[in-house]
């Protein structure tokens, strides 16, 4: 019983670091975007996430007008991997922004300057 728990941490812990490794590169300033890298990650993560959350993932990642802040993301993430809400907000999530010698405003939103290929119409 113990190793399967500990199997399932590790499985958890996998999936967890490719949402935050794709969060973290997509939010790079654009001279240091790696698209390989941004595909390679968002298809993983879209590989295991449930429907309604591979969508926000999606609409966010696509700059969709109304997608959610990639502080939600993160919160909807993580209390799908824990299973539970244990009631962390999204305001809580730290983003360290990238200096910027352009920006002298500092905003909440975190953004990207990634460019997405548009969804297909179906």
Known sequence: MKIL???SQKEIRLKGEIVAELLAAWIRKDANLDYHQLNKLSFQAFIWLPKELAEELSNSLAHKPGAMDIRSIITKIRTHLRGEDDGFKSADVIVFN???IHQTINTS???SHAVAKPKPHI
Request: hydrophobic letters at 20%; zero cysteines.
């Open 98 to 100: 990238e200096r910027d």
């Open 109 to 111: 939103r975190v953004t």
């Open 5 to 7: 728990e500990v199997e």
